[in-house]
């Protein structure tokens, strides 16, 4: 039951605080405002749709996330980074799905991404080639946590998932990877991860 009298104070940062301590795949609006003891619109006044305050939540949680070091042997600090991008985003159950509907969104994520593109441009890449290495370790370590909240939620990971992981990671550098898929010591997304990141890195790093 909500209290009476004067209702708490609510401002942006409170409303992101309490939103990110709860699972972004069963956020609402309904849900959200009952917690912080507000109405709906409250919530609607710095928030116009559910969407937004996600991509905020999201946006949210990464400040204080640093780019790679990017260097001579770049593939290293882009596994690193996917890596670390996979560990941080499991943290919120339903970023991932979020995350790959919306893309990149929110300054703090824009800052990241252009400061990524920066370092590979300033080790020889063209910008064109910048920003599909940065999709595809970006990529792979997204459906990789997205494979993991699928493993959370319902005790397995489908092999639709795992296939999409093969298949993304396989069409970006021209590697069949269906033997992958059915190798059962890389059933754990993360590890899957791992392998598919120097995959990637091997496919790079050659051409």
Not at 88 to 112: C, D, F, K, L, N
Not at 137 to 150: G, H, K
């Amino acid at each position: 039951m909500r209290r009476r009298g004067r209702p708490p104070k609510l401002s942006k940062e409170s409303i992101l605080q309490a939103a990110s301590e709860m699972d972004l795949r069963r956020l609402s609006i309904v849900k959200l405002a009952q917690s912080l003891e507000v109405t709906d619109a409250a919530i609607y006044y710095y928030f116009d749709s559910r969407a937004a305050l996600v991509r905020a939540v999201i946006d949210q949680g990464s400040v204080g996330f640093a780019p790679p070091r990017i260097e001579k042997d770049w593939w290293c600090g882009m596994t690193d980074y996917a890596l670390r991008v996979y560990d941080s985003i499991i943290e919120s159950p339903g970023a991932a799905q979020a995350m790959i509907g919306g893309g990149i969104s929110g300054p703090v994520q824009m800052r990241i991404f252009g400061a990524v593109i920066r370092s590979l441009v300033d080790v020889g890449h063209d910008q064109r080639s910048a920003v599909m290495i940065y999709s595809a370790y970006f990529r792979a370590a997204l459906y990789a946590a997205f494979a993991q909240d699928e493993l959370d939620t319902v005790g397995g990971l489908e092999l639709t998932v795992r296939e999409r992981l093969a298949v993304d990671a396989g069409d970006t550098v021209g590697v069949d990877l269906s033997p992958f898929i059915a190798d059962a010591e890389l059933y754990e997304p993360r590890r899957q991860l791992k392998f598919l990141l120097d995959v990637i890195s091997d496919g790079f790093s050659s051409r």
